[in-house]
């Protein structure tokens, strides 16, 4: 009697975790499996703070990040780390050194920059400074820090050749490829729903046409496309419409593997009891596909998605790196490795390759994203066991 009292309540409790379990909708099935993923979950973090940090990227930004805002008193700057101490004492705000500039014998005339102690520039938090829009709409010209002193400036990057803040540039430039990568998965999304919905709804001849458009696209490489769409793009074409082509071509030819999914899923969904209900109710194909089958693996459509993201962004990165996409002064990912590829940087300004450590953060946290979402998506998945 003992043992059956005190297995009551445990037994309670399993039995409203299974009750929970079948009454749960695909979305929190999802949610709990994805939440047991560690790597997953640091990913999701992870990306919340780039894609952040991107979209404030003007506010958080305490220069321009284009030639208007360079510094041109400190060209190949080294990073000025904030500190509260010294030996002349501590302070509640932080600030930075005050340099000066001169060539030495030493570095064959180089630049030599020398960090002037006497000199202190506090940091101020919410301050004034240049002027930009948040979300391309909202006027604005208060930033997150800034000095106060005349000809004082904090470069907590450094800056690059021109003199422009590699922080204020970086933040852009996260938020620059995502808007690629974004646009150009839009693009595929759309057209693979269009062109996989009715290849895999109507089957037949008009299945086998759409498959070798299908097979024609991706035999098409895209280093050699791009080769020749640059030949044709005249040197004056502004960054914005280079943009906007960069993203629309990633968007035409990044399709077929998302359409064919989608082709897979129909065919086989296409024959279930519920889509021949809606069929003899007089529903149309179109109705069919997009009240019916669509919404029956909307969270596999989704997990693909999150995977072809980080190859757009891959792709634009890569074009931008060889000088096939956006170009200066456009700040993108891929603009800004083209400043890594010298040995001179490699030996004397290393500072350059702190751009790459989020270009790298940023494609590993959708990898590890997309993973995560793909085992929680996959009911038959054992890792969630």
């Known amino acids: 009697m003992t043992d059956q009292t005190t297995d009551t309540p445990q037994f309670g409790a399993d039995q409203k975790a299974k009750e929970a379990y079948f009454t749960a909708s695909q979305r929190q099935l999802i949610w709990a499996r994805f939440k047991k993923q560690r790597s997953a979950m640091i990913a999701a973090w992870v990306l919340v703070a780039l894609l952040l940090s991107g979209i404030f990227a003007p506010f958080l930004s305490p220069y321009d990040p284009t030639i208007a805002g360079r510094n041109k008193d400190y060209t190949n700057g080294a990073p000025q780390i904030p500190q509260f101490c010294d030996d002349a004492g501590c302070s509640f705000r932080p600030f930075v050194y005050g340099v000066t500039r001169e060539r030495s014998i030493a570095t064959n005339f180089r630049w030599v920059t020398k960090i002037d102690p006497e000199q202190r ?39 690059d050749a021109s003199g422009k803040d590699i922080f204020s540039r970086t933040l852009h430039a996260i938020w620059t490829s995502m808007q690629v990568g974004t646009i150009g998965v839009f693009i595929a999304f759309v057209l693979a729903l269009i062109i996989g919905g009715i290849s895999g709804y109507y089957g037949g001849w008009i299945d086998s046409i ?11 490489p895209a280093i050699p496309l791009f080769m020749a769409v640059a030949a044709f793009m005249p040197p004056e074409m502004t960054a914005e419409a280079r943009f906007f082509y960069i993203s629309l071509i990633l968007g035409l030819i990044g399709w077929p593997t998302l359409a064919r999914r989608v082709r897979t899923h129909l065919l086989t969904e ?3 009891e519920y ?19 669509l919404p029956s693996f909307t969270s596999y459509i989704i997990v693909d998605l999150v995977i072809s993201f980080p190859y757009m962004v891959l792709s634009e990165t890569a074009l931008s790196f060889i000088g096939l996409g956006l170009k200066d002064p456009v700040n993108s990912l891929g603009v800004m490795l083209q400043n890594v590829t010298s040995a001179d940087v490699l030996l004397n300004y290393q500072w ?16 590890f994203l997309g993973d995560g979402l793909r085992d929680a998506a996959d009911p038959y998945s054992d890792t969630h066991k």
């Open 121 to 159: 520039h506090y940091i101020y938090f919410f301050e004034e400074g240049w002027d930009y829009k948040l979300f391309g709409i909202i006027p604005m010209d208060t930033h997150l820090f800034a000095t106060r002193s005349e000809g004082g400036f904090v470069h907590i990057f450094g800056t």
């Open 210 to 220: 759409i498959q070798m458009i299908t097979d024609a696209v991706r035999t098409v």
């Open 270 to 272: 296409r024959n279930q």
């Open 275 to 293: 889509v021949l209900a809606a069929q003899l109710c007089g529903a149309r194909p179109g109705h069919v596909i997009r009240k019916h089958l």
């Open 352 to 367: 350059y390759f702190i751009p790459v450590i989020f270009f790298i953060a940023l494609v590993m946290a959708f990898v």
